[in-house]
């Protein structure tokens, strides 16, 4: 259990300074993205996706699309 615990904190560290590099480092633009509902997500919240691995996985994969120019 301690082992997905440790797992599901480290993806969320990893999610956020994706985000943060997404956003050329500014953490305050990627800390306001996180908490505003995404159309792609279904007009769900980014920070919303961090409750499970397999959300983290779905938001990694906006993440890079963000990073490549796709909204």
Do not use: C, T, Y
Request: net charge negative; aromatic share 6%; charged share 30%.
């Amino acid at each position: 259990m301690n082992d997905r615990i440790n797992a599901l904190e480290e993806q969320r560290a990893v999610a956020r300074e994706a985000v943060i590099e997404a956003f050329d480092g500014d953490a305050k633009l990627a800390e306001s993205w996180l908490h505003q509902p995404i159309k792609v997500l279904g007009n769900e919240r980014p920070i919303d996706f961090m409750n499970s691995l397999e959300r983290i996985q779905m938001l990694r994969s906006v993440i890079g699309k963000l990073e490549h120019g796709f909204p």
